[in-house]
Each structure stands twice: as C-alpha cells, then as structure tokens.
C-alpha cells in the first residue's frame, strides 16, 4: 500500500489535504497522529515536518511526498520530481538593508548572509563567482542583519512586507518554488500503478482549473463559424433545438479566453449563454 507524507501543520498541510479530498480521497487532519489510513484509496498517509519529507521520501519510509521544491533543492536527496500540483508557490531572495548602496551582486563578497537555506544559496554564489560567508540558521532569519548577526538575508519573500518591517529590501529572486508530488526513485510495479492512478486524479483536476463550460443557441446557420470559435476537447458538441433553424452548442474553454471567445460568439447571434464551472476534466 502506498505511503505520502504530507506536512503535519504549516503553509502546505491544508492544500495537500485538499487536493486529495478533490482527488475523492478522504484523509484525517493531522493534530497528533503520525501516520493514519486514507478512504477511497488505498494509501496510507505520514504527518511530518515538511524539512524531513524530502529524506523520508528518499529513505523509502515514504514512497511519495507533497513537498516545497525549496525543501527538496536544498536537501538535495536523491528522489523523482512527480508533478507540480499548483499550490504553494513562493520565492527565495536575497535582501540587504534599506540603507544599504547595492550595485549588484558583487555587493555580496565577502559578506555575511543568514538564510535557512544553505546549499541553494552557496550553490547560487558559486555559480556567480561569488566569495560571501554563508550563516545557517533555522528561524527568523529576517531579523539577523537588525541584532548585527548578518549583513544580509537569503529567505524566502511573499509579499515582501516581513522584509519591510524588519528594514529591507529584496534585491535578487534567486529560487522560484511550488509545492511538488516526489517519490522514492525505487517503487515496485504495483506502487508505480498505483501512483500513476494519482498522478491521473491530481492531472484532472489540474487541467479543469481554469476552464469552463460553455453552452448557448445559436442560429444553424452560423454553425461553421462558431465551431472555428470554440474548440471544445475534441470538438463542439452540437443539439438541435424544438425550433427549426436553431441549435444548442457546448464547449469546454480555458478562463483566459472566455471573454474574448463569448464576444465573437454574440456578435454572431449566440443567445442564452451559459458558463458553468469545470469540477474534473477527464482526457
Ligand atoms: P514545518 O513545521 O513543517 O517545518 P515550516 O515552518 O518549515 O513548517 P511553512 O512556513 O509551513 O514551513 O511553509 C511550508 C512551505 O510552504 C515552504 O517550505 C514553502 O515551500 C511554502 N510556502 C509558500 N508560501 C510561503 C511563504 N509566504 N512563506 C513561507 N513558505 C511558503
Ligand atoms: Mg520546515
């Protein structure tokens, strides 16, 4: 039976859980459990801190994970990067003091910045040339430049008003994050399959975000233009109506066309245009 970790309690742990749940798999929330078993599927689900889900994904005490790439990049253990599941997205920079006179990178020589984020920061400088003492450590690490412990901050920025009240700026977006489905390099055939059943639930899922569906009538004889107007999955479905000279046409189209699309389709004569939201899309 497969096992995913997912964060205990944190930024990730409601999002993992609903993202099962759309997957029609029901799981507890964590409060003290360490591991409990799911309904509608058969999986069993591990409560950990989202630094150790990287290891025990890699380790095999889980087979799978939904984890920040961050925490996956900087652990650096050998596991398979599944799919990015749409959530969780962030960045990681590096800011300096407001006061400070940046002029770029070269700013860092020689400096001391703080982060808990060691290896992507030393990897990101040795990339550049850049000579700087990186400071480890494991929270708040926004406030280290204020009580004199760093000249600088490498950490992860939303929007930017942490940064703000503690007196700096972001300068350079090093990392760019989001919460991924990882897993051990190692599964057997039968829990290959059965995460190819997940990854097949997650994908629709994915895929029916931000699409609509679409339905209107339409004179019969614009027919072959709407059909140029709206793609549909294969192609439009398209129904007569009671009243001769008249049809019913419905298609599934992506949010950021819908607009444009239903304009073309009134000045064509569509009538009764319905938008209905999108719950799974199956290919
Ligand atoms: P844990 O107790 O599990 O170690 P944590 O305190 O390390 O939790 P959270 O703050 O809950 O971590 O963040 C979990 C993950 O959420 C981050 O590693 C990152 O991938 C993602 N994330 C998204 N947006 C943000 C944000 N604004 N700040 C911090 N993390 C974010
Ligand atoms: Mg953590």
Redesign the pocket.
Known sequence: MLRIAI???????EQSIGLLSEAGIGVAESKRKLISRADGFPMKVLY?????IPQAVAMGVADLGI?????VAEKNFPVERTMDLGF???RISLAVDRTADYNGLDYFRGKRVATSYPNILARFFAEKGIDAEIHTIKGSVEIAPAVGMSDAIFD????GDTLISNGLVEVEKVFY???VLIANPKLDEQKRRETAQLTFRFNSILESRGMKYVLMNLPQEKLDEAITILPGMRSPTVLPLAQEGWCSIHAVICESQLWERIERLKALGAEGILVLTLENMIR
Not at 67 to 71: A, C, I, Y
Not at 156 to 159: C, E, G, T
């Open positions: 964060q205990a309690k944190g930024r990730l742990n950990l801190r989202d630094d150790d984890v920040g790439l961050n925490e969780g997205s962030c992860i920025v939303s929007s994050s989001k919460a």
